[in-house]
């Protein structure tokens, strides 16, 4: 996904004066090219992230299109005040492009760990944020993004799906259980899991890349009585969202992903994915547990 | 320092407010906004009877300035330590844009130095060579550790020009305004302590 990013954005460059890149050494040098080419509108800040903000704010006060770009901790959270303040305060808007995101790189440990980005963004009002599960969905989402008039968050992984699922980002069914069957929604790279997961059992599965907005009408019109909701950042971020979706009916809501304790612990990707529950295996007994829930009530 | 920017260097009027090519005023001290916001009105950027209603739930003034509520205010600051980096992106702009012309000017406090985001913004600027922007410093000596050497060593150790002067002076003030390099940004620390002289 990352060099999907920079191939797009690099075209981007080329293609539209309006827009500029904003960098804090994270993939600098795979942006030289382009900066020879573009030298006002590649702008390598150096590791000062929260100038790496600012700098975007004032971008776009001055009518360009700002792409700011790093490591997903270090964009989101460090720069979290410049986020709220230098872009949206401002009404100033921004495409933020972050990787690494909740534990791509889990041997590096906490400092690089980054699964509460999707929160902080959603604190704030009027974003998009995309997490794309494949590649193939990334150059798409961002000329998008650049396109539009919003501010938008891409989170980029290396974590990834089989298939790429390009479009707008409304629910799209993947697997259809039939009306009144459980609903399992699943956001970019966790839909091969979850698939997997529940393989065997009667669940509608539908994958959206765009966590916000939420496709609200699609989940109303999919939503029997049961949902789950399964995301590869903070466990429950998208819980508000479909709670308020479906507050005039009954329903039961099961909210999965990266859990908030710190694990302390290195390993791999996979590794993390399977202590958050959120391998095959670790969905499938949540969602047997939940399922079984309502076999014990009824 | 409001007064004759406002009056004798900068290139802007209530008609070019929205001129892509006017000078911008970033007051990064946001707290500072009684003088902001009467030497506007005294400008004709917006109503005196507004003056009269700062804080009140229907005012468009507040303690801190919102540029999309107050016509002639760039940023919206309060937050210390906000306006630089804006300042940097906002001189970024306009050289990207061939905007050669309109110069960025950003007001700090000496204690606003404290905060770190200021040195990434400073060291960034002068390794560049970011020769539209001027910094000034209005230093009352308020940091609660001061500036060995003057605040402006902060910005000259990284490729600033600097001039330091009476705040009160408005000659002196104009001067070292438009005193700046052709080819690096420029800060101007206005030192107003009473009785001490900079």
Excluded: C
Aim: charged share 20%; net charge negative.
């Amino acid at each position: 996904m990352r060099e999907t990013f920079i191939d797009t954005m690099t075209g981007l460059l080329a293609e539209d004066p309006r827009t500029a890149v904003v960098l804090a050494d994270i993939s600098a040098a795979s942006f030289a090219p382009a900066a020879r080419r573009h030298p006002d509108r590649v702008l390598n800040v150096g590791i000062r992230e929260q100038l790496l903000i600012g700098v975007a704010g004032g971008l776009a006060l001055t009518g360009l299109r700002p792409v700011a770009h790093s490591y997903a901790p270090f964009l989101i959270e460090r720069a979290y005040e410049q986020i709220k303040l230098d872009l949206d305060h401002q009404g100033a808007e921004a495409v933020l492009v972050g990787i690494g995101a909740s534990y791509d790189r889990a041997e590096a440990g906490r400092t690089h760990l980054s699964p509460a980005d999707v929160a902080l963004i959603d604190s704030l009002h009027g974003w998009t944020v995309h997490v794309p599960g494949h590649p193939g969905e990334v150059a798409p989402l961002l000329r998008a993004a650049v396109a539009a008039d919003s501010s938008a968050y891409l989170r980029l992984s290396t974590q990834r799906n089989t298939r790429a699922y390009p479009g707008g980002g409304d629910l799209r069914v993947v697997r259809d259980a039939g009306p009144g069957a459980t609903l399992l929604v699943a956001v970019g790279p966790v839909l091969d899991a979850a698939l997997a997961a529940v393989a065997d059992l009667p669940v509608t599965v539908a994958y959206t890349h765009r966590p916000r907005p939420f496709d609200v009408a699609g989940l109303r019109a999919l939503a029997g009585t049961e949902v789950v909701l399964v995301e590869p950042y903070l466990a429950g971020t998208s819980a508000r969202v479909v709670s308020e979706a479906l507050a005039d009916r009954p329903h039961r809501l099961l909210s999965l992903g990266v859990g908030r304790a710190e694990l302390r612990r290195y390993g791999t990707a996979e590794d993390h994915t399977r202590w958050h529950g959120l391998d095959a295996a670790g969905l499938r007994r949540s969602v047997d547990s939940f399922l079984g829930e309502l076999s014990a009530v009824s | 320092m409001l007064w004759v920017l406002y009056d004798r260097v900068l290139r802007i009027t209530p008609e070019t407010a929205d001129d892509p090519d006017r000078d911008r005023f970033l007051l990064s001290k946001g707290h500072a906004v009684a003088g902001y916001y009467a030497v506007l009105a005294a400008k004709g950027f917006l109503p005196d009877h507004w003056l009269d209603d700062q804080g009140g739930p229907d005012s468009r003034l507040g303690d801190h300035p919102d540029r999309l509520l107050v016509p002639g205010v760039e940023i919206g600051s309060g937050s210390l330590g906000h306006g630089l980096g804006l300042g940097v992106g906002t001189a970024l702009g306009l050289r990207a844009q061939g905007r050669t012309d309109p110069r960025v000017y950003v007001l700090l406090g000496d204690a606003e130095l404290d905060e770190g985001s200021n040195h990434e913004a400073i060291a960034y600027a002068g390794a560049t060579g970011l020769v539209n922007l001027t910094a000034i410093v209005l230093d009352n000596r308020s940091a609660s550790h001061g500036w060995p050497g003057g605040a402006a060593s902060r910005f000259t150790v990284n490729g600033w020009t600097a001039a330091t002067v009476d705040g009160r002076d408005h000659d002196a003030l104009h001067t070292a305004l438009t005193g700046h390099d052709p080819h690096r940004p420029h800060v101007v620390v206005a030192v107003v302590t009473d009785g001490e002289q900079p």
